[in-house]
């Protein structure tokens, strides 16, 4: 299962680079916007010290089994090694199993990035069918979809998050991702929505449906391009938001299943010996903050490269 | 209510009597409990929590108490209370109880035999779903001859017959839920703030922040010393037994590892060890979670579950989790209960687990190391609640043993209901338990025996039934002691859990409190005779008991 | 204007009313129920559980148990609680305060922070001041609540011991304080996690707050402002800064959600007793009633929010008073 989140993962960074690379590949009503994007995203510092991060960071975790100094599970001494503050040796210190927090951190990006990235991408394939669907038809079918959002949006995602997972008590990692995703869509919806609606009014859009196009090949041929630029953004800045969130699940008890160590459930197994044993929780939220710092960081200037009225240079 | 609890002080303080007054400790003071949970009642008769018994043990009187050492057979063990006294007959099968005529309830009304007859009444229907009934199987029933009188009627002579209507059965007043219809009382008002009659009564429950107690300075036994009780629950933990270390509480009933040191070395705090009635395990379901009329596909054979128990070093298990804080499990009992002690364990011996295995079929052959045989690999779940933390590190640390010899254990947390539920449905394979044995050795029946109702895992041993049977009605201490060593090796043997920890409470208290010995099912049932010497009280221990902003 | 408000209102009430039915549904589906939980103990037979189900009407079929339910809370009455003994009205009457007030705490210093370091960036763009400011918004804005809520708690409660480690109040001295002790006691112990939710929501308002300013500084009627000659200090107060103010207070209908997200871990953290822990608690206890009724709150107090920043918006930005 994980290696196959895996090849998705990397699969989906790849192909969102080429798409940025190559403006050929994707059928827009203009090309070189992508390209403007490219070279916008590079001048910007900050964000390639963020994009830097996550490569080195995919890197890492993709090769985390040959990189940590021990196996995640492995309990060295439960009685003599347990609770070691950091040393050369543990330099992120030991749990209370005696596990070397520094292997945990590392295996934990592994399971931390692909839950938020596979999520995220269930959740902008469903908003963006959703949005779709509402968009195009209108009337009061429309009305009723966007109704029922707003419920959802009403309330915080973690509640449904946290009402689902503890009234069925422990998940799978699949059955995680697929949680997270179904409570991630809301937004995108409403953002491909605005799209649909700002882009049939257009004249080229026009005249192709006056032409005998159909609904799904104006979606993917005219809509879907003008969509993809929000939907990237919310999609980057999301992926940092699910993290949090599986984080949060984690601390809980009710995320990520021991003895597999995601970010959340490292902080769990510290949180309790907070006090004396800082090390076990302090490191792995270090690494969600830096991740997702680097993730907004890459999304903010993902916005700002594709906001249209930017002016270049500033 | 408030103001029907704040009369009777007034109404009696004539009576004041000697029996308290024996310890000469000046009173007042104020006693901070911080504790890890809140009450879920403080009705006697619905109580199901710990935290729930220590406050009500301090309102309530039963009709005599244990003291210290715990003796369960007979009547020796126990000193009076609402009973001044009570005579046998001759054929053991009743006796009979006479109330002291001082006895009253903290809103003035005296304590009746009425009263015992109506909580009686209150224990054994279905509808209000005492948890303590199965206490009274052997109860025939309850009268009173007369108004002073209860009479208590047996159907079988037993050892522990005394022990178990008296100490189970706390009288709480006909009426004031008399009147209270009984599918209500669960939810009624009176409930909330129920009315007692022993030392200390009931100031306010705030849900979740304190529950606080005055002393009844006009109890017809003698005042006790203490002014105030007040247990403080916290939602973990940590906030647990920092309030101690921070001064903002006076006493901690169980100090973990991690908090021991810092205690010992803290100058303001003492630290009391105590033997506790607990163990924790490890329980197989023997029987098929989806459908239980079928065995279990691996864990009703017994070769296995043998195997799988040695490859567990429980010695190694218990010190990373508990330090010096518990000892290895002796089997299904604890210490303090457990009529013997010398039966033969299951060693660790992960060598002889996996010759075992490879004799059963269980070969290793993929790569991640787990056995398989016919292409199906040797792995089952365990169930554990996310709020316990030492079944949480133990599940953790087995599933790490035993995949040293080839098994793979599944962990499953869930939040505590979702883990009730899964074990009452029996929809698990294996779960992180923890018992609290009642104060006597026949409760090993309850979560072990054929018939018990919390018997989760479904071990069905005819042997060790009948010998539990018979230690129970053994006519003399050295015979049951005998049939007791049997039932234990019996079980131990059939291996139908891993039997991992005992934990050794450690109490710590502030240095100014004067406690008393503690007894070893409630370290609380001294608090009316715990005193604080006037030269070291702090201001809390100020607070004069009835004034205050309101 | 009031049409506006009918239209709101009544979009606010349809989504409590989606988001009751989607948690009556979930509660019912999920396994387990009130009485496997609330009175759990392996000695209560399950019949004495069916007599309570009965009671509780918990065996009568589930649309019936929800148009009954529905016609209750229409007329005020939550139900009781099973696995607090006392009504849920109750038990809210004395958790949502609570709630209210961390949140209101927080809402209003992290507007005020936010919304001044938000604009001090922008005034300063480019500056030493705006990048360190805008990194430690980052910073904080990239940060799970739960996890700035146990370093909080680590640095000024263990180890620097300047704030009590949870709870709203002292248990055994706050009822023996004056007036003024107790006000001191409840800003001590609230200090803590209302500034816990604050840091991490000013630094979202000062982000947006800072390109909301940006914008408007782009826009025409500022270069025009500017072209004739009107002293930056009046462009930056009077052009930038009203028009600046309008999408954050988007933000704030934003907010309530996030902040009461927020509050379930810190929550926990600090053992402040309000509604998010009720909720986790009445979820894990199968507390139905109590569940719903959280949810309903919740509900009720995100719709109040985003109406009021619909309001407000209209009510700044002259161009919505005609809708």
Not at chain 2, 250 to 255: A, G, I, K, T
Request: with cysteine.
């Amino acid at each position: 299962m994980l290696v196959a989140a895996w090849l998705a993962v990397v699969g989906v960074f790849a192909g969102v680079c080429t798409l940025l690379a190559r403006p050929g590949l994707i059928p827009s009503p203009n090309a070189s916007p992508w390209r403007t994007i490219l070279d916008r995203i590079t001048r910007d510092r900050l964000a390639l010290v963020g994009l830097a991060f996550l490569v080195t960071l995919y890197f890492a975790a993709a090769i985390a089994p040959w990189i940590a100094p021990y196996e995640y599970r492995v309990q060295l001494d439960i009685v003599e090694l347990k609770h070691q503050a950091p040393t050369l040796a543990h330099p992120f210190g030991t749990d209370q199993y005696s596990r070397d927090v520094l292997s945990r951190v590392l295996h934990g990006a592994r399971v931390s990035l692909s839950v938020a990235l596979l999520s995220v991408l269930l959740a902008i394939s469903i908003g963006t069918a959703y949005g779709g669907i509402a968009g195009f038809a209108g009337g009061r079918l429309d009305g009723i979809m966007m109704r029922l959002i707003d419920a959802l949006l009403a309330l915080p995602r973690i509640l449904i998050l946290i009402a689902v997972l503890a009234l069925w008590g422990g998940v799978s990692l699949p059955a995680l991702v697929i949680l997270l995703g179904l409570t991630g869509w809301f937004g995108v919806s409403r953002l491909v929505r605005a799209q649909v609606l700002a882009t049939r009014g257009q004249d080229f859009v026009v005249a192709a449906r006056a032409l005998g196009a159909s609904p799904l090949r104006l979606f993917l041929r005219h809509v879907l391009p003008q969509a993809m630029s929000p939907v990237i953004v919310a999609a980057t800045l999301g992926v940092g938001n699910v993290i949090m969130l599986e984080a949060g699940l984690s601390y809980l008890g009710i995320g990520v299943p021991q003895p597999r160590p995601s970010w959340g459930n490292i902080i769990q197994d510290g949180a309790e010996y907070i006090s004396t044993q800082w090390w076990v929780t302090l490191f792995p939220g270090l690494a969600i903050v830096l991740t997702v710092m680097a993730f907004n960081v890459v999304g903010d200037a993902l916005r700002d490269a594709m906001d249209p009225r930017q002016v270049d240079g500033r | 209510m408030r103001h029907a609890l704040a009369l009777p002080a007034l109404l009696v303080a004539a009576i004041a009597c000697a029996e308290r007054g024996s310890s000469n400790a000046p009173s007042g003071g104020t006693l901070i409990v911080t504790i890890g949970a809140d009450a879920d009642h403080l009705l006697p008769p619905l109580i199901t929590g710990l935290v729930g018994r220590q406050v009500a043990d301090l309102m309530y009187y039963r009709l005599a108490e244990l003291t210290p050492p715990i003796r369960t057979a007979g009547d020796e063990g126990f000193e009076p209370r609402l009973a001044s006294r009570w005579r046998w007959a001759a054929d053991s099968l009743s006796i009979a109880f006479d109330l002291d005529p001082r006895a009253q309830w903290h809103d003035g009304t005296p304590v009746r035999a009425k009263d015992v007859v109506f909580t009686y009444s209150l224990y054994t229907d279905p509808v209000v779903g005492a948890p303590g009934s199965v206490n009274f199987a052997n109860v025939d029933s309850i009268t009173a001859p007369d108004s002073m009188t209860v009479a208590v009627w047996f159907q079988r002579r037993k050892a522990e017959q005394f022990f178990e209507v008296v100490h189970n059965l706390v009288p709480v007043p006909a009426h004031v839920f008399g009147p209270v219809q009984r599918d209500q009382l669960r939810a009624s008002g009176a409930v909330r703030e129920p009315i007692g009659n022993g030392p200390y009564r009931l100031v306010r429950w705030e849900r979740a922040s304190r529950i606080e107690l005055a002393a009844d300075t006009a109890h017809w036994r003698g005042r006790p010393r203490l002014d105030r009780v007040i247990w403080t629950p916290a939602p973990d933990p940590v906030t647990t037994v920092t309030r101690l270390f921070a001064g903002e509480a006076d006493f901690y009933e169980s100090l973990r590892p991690e908090n021991l040191a810092q205690a010992e070395s803290d100058s303001a705090l003492r630290v009391v060890p105590y033997p506790s009635l607990q163990y924790g395990f490890l329980q197989f379901n023997l029987r098929d979670p989806g459908d239980s009329s079928r065995p279990h596909r691996l864990l009703a054979d017994r070769e296995l579950r043998r195997a799988i128990s040695m490859a567990v070093d429980r010695d190694r298990l218990v010190r990373s989790i508990y330090d010096t804080l518990a000892f290895v499990a002796i089997g299904p009992v604890s210490r303090a209960v457990a009529m013997d002690t010398t039966m033969t364990h299951l060693p660790h011996d992960p060598e002889r687990a996996r010759r075992t295995l490879d004799s059963l079929g269980w070969r290793v052959s993929g790569g991640d190391g787990i056995r398989q045989r016919d292409g199906v690999p040797l792995a089952f779940g365990v169930i554990v609640p996310t709020s316990s933390r030492p079944r949480i590190n133990a599940a953790v640390i087995l599933q790490e043993q035993l995949r040293q010899v080839g098994v793979r254990l599944d962990i499953e947390q869930m939040e505590f209901t979702t883990f009730l539920e899964r074990q009452r449905a029996r929809r698990f394979e294996s779960y992180l338990g923890v018992w609290v044995t009642t104060p006597t050795p026949s409760g090993v029946r309850q979560p072990w025996s054929t018939a018990g109702q919390s018997n989760f895992g479904a071990y069905a041993s005819p042997v060790f039934d009948a010998l539990v049977d018979s230690a129970v009605y053994a006519r003399s201490p050295v015979a049951a002691r005998t049939y007791w060593r049997r039932a234990y090796q019996t079980i131990i043997d059939d291996a139908p859990a891993i039997w991992l920890y005992e934990p050794r409470m450690v109490a710590a208290h502030h240095r100014r409190l004067r406690i008393t010995e503690f007894r070893a099912d409630a370290w609380w049932a001294g608090i009316p005779e715990w005193s604080i010497p006037p030269d070291e009280r702090i201001a809390r221990d100020r607070i004069p008991l009835a004034v205050r902003h309101e | 204007m009031v049409g506006l408000v009918l239209r709101r209102v009544g979009q606010a009430a349809l989504i409590v009313f989606l988001v009751t039915t989607l948690t009556f549904v979930l509660l019912r589906v999920a396994p387990g129920d009130p009485f496997t939980a609330t009175v759990e103990h392996p000695l209560i037979a399950e019949e004495t559980r069916e007599q309570w189900r009965a009671a509780a009407g918990l065996d009568r079929p589930i649309a019936e148990q929800y148009i009954r339910y529905l016609a209750n809370v229409a007329r005020g009455d939550f139900g009781p609680s099973f696995s607090k003994g006392r009504p849920v009205s109750e038990e809210l009457a004395s958790a949502v305060p609570n709630t209210l007030l961390l949140m209101l705490a927080a809402l209003v210093a992290s507007f005020v922070l936010g919304v001044a370091l938000g604009v001090f960036q922008a005034v300063r763009r480019g500056s030493i001041a705006d990048r360190a400011i805008g990194g430690v918004a980052l910073f904080f804005y990239s940060m799970p609540d739960f996890w700035l809520a146990l370093m909080v708690l680590l640095l000024f409660a263990y180890r620097l011991g300047l704030f009590p480690v949870g709870g709203m109040l002292n248990p055994w001295s706050y009822e023996y304080y004056d007036i003024w002790g107790r006000i001191a006691n409840r800003l001590h112990h609230l200090a803590l996690p209302a500034g816990t939710l604050t840091l991490l929501s000013a630094a979202a308002i000062a982000r947006y707050q800072r390109s909301a300013v940006l914008d408007v500084a782009r826009q025409d009627y500022v270069r025009t402002a500017r072209a004739k000659g009107v002293s930056e200090r009046r462009v930056v107060t009077r052009h930038i800064l009203r028009n600046a103010l309008l999408p954050v207070i988007t933000l704030l209908g934003l907010a309530f959600p996030a902040l009461l997200g927020g509050a379930v871990f810190v929550e926990k953290v600090f053992a402040w007793p309000g509604m998010g822990r009720l909720a986790v608690e009445a979820i894990g206890t199968r507390d139905y009633h109590l569940v719903t009724a959280t949810v309903i709150i919740a509900g009720v107090m995100v719709s109040i929010g985003s109406l009021l920043a619909d309001l407000l918006y209209a009510a700044v930005d002259p161009r919505l008073r005609e809708t």
